[in-house]
Structures are given as C-alpha cells and as structure tokens.
C-alpha cells in the first residue's frame, strides 16, 4: 500500500508543477518572449558566425625544415 500510495503522491507534486509552470509561462508570455528575443539577439555565438574565418597561411617553411632533418640524420661515410 505504501508504494501505490508514494507513487500517487509523486504522479500529483508532478502534475502540480507542471500546471504551475504552465500557468506562469500563459501569465508571463508577452514578457518571456521579449526576454527570449533579446537572449536570442545578444548572443556572442552568432556574431562570431556571421564574421568570416580567414585561415592563417600555411607555413611552407615547417614543412621544408623536417624534410631537411631527414637529410641531416642520414650521413653518407
């Protein structure tokens, strides 16, 4: 009998939060969606998006340098 009744009494506190949470976001709706916007506006992630990544150029030399280390290990007697 406790688990049925423990089960109930959970099944009830989730419904009570749940028709709370309903009846803030009808009362508060104008509100919300002006705050959600201006989230959605101000967010640094999507100015960065927006800007275009210009890639560094690839250095050539790093390239040549381990090519030539190569060369100075292999010694010809």
Partial sequence: MA???SAKSAGIVFGALAFGWLA???ALKPWL???RSAMDD???DDS???KPTVKPPVDEDVEKTDTV???VEKTDD
């Fill in 3 to 5: 688990k049925s009744s």
């Fill in 69 to 71: 280390d190569e060369d």
């Fill in 42 to 44: 101000s967010d640094p």
């Fill in 33 to 35: 969606v002006k705050a």
């Fill in 48 to 50: 960065a998006a927006a």
């Fill in 24 to 26: 803030i976001e009808l």
